[in-house]
């Protein structure tokens, strides 16, 4: 697999509809400390919308990012897969998920789920699960183990 940002293609439909969710949930954000806002949005395997933001807290390990919120809301939901996952940061630089993010996509997603990387004026670019984590620990390792 290649190390490079997959292709670009003219946005869909369903990439619209995931950086409106990620955008309004980037807009609740609550990070009074790093005034970084992050939104995610996720397409689950029914096709419905879930979304998350960053959530901080004064005890720094104790926030949560935009990702795990989009996923819990999913799980809360009944869903268990990620079709596609959206993360809209600030700012210039690309904002990709977090290393501990990119585990926590890994457990409901499959090595060629598209992962969007959005800003203010949409899409930035898109990878895959796998070219943000090769070679990765999941789920099917513990199956193959036992």
């Keep these: ?38 939104g995610a949005a996720l397409r689950d395997d029914t096709g419905a919308i879930h979304s998350g933001c960053n959530v901080e807290n004064a005890a720094y390990p104790v926030g949560t990012c935009a990702e795990a919120g989009a996923i819990a809301a999913m799980v809360a939901q009944g869903g268990r897969r990620i079709e596609a996952i959206l993360v809209l940061g600030e700012g210039s630089a690309l904002c990709t998920p977090c290393g501990a993010c990119r585990q926590r996509i ?41």
Excluded: C, K, N, W
């Excluded at 203010?120 to 984590?133: K, P």
């Design 1 to 38: 697999m290649s190390d490079t940002p997959a292709d670009l293609a003219e946005p869909a439909a369903q990439d619209t509809e995931l950086y409106a969710a990620a955008r309004s949930a980037r807009d609740r954000a609550h990070a009074p400390y790093s005034r970084f806002r992050v």
């Design 106 to 146: 890994r457990e409901f997603a499959r090595p060629e789920t598209p992962i969007l990387v959005a800003g203010a004026e949409g899409v930035r670019t898109r990878f895959t699960l796998e070219q943000l984590l090769p070679a990765s620990f999941g789920p099917e390792t513990l199956d193959a183990a036992g």
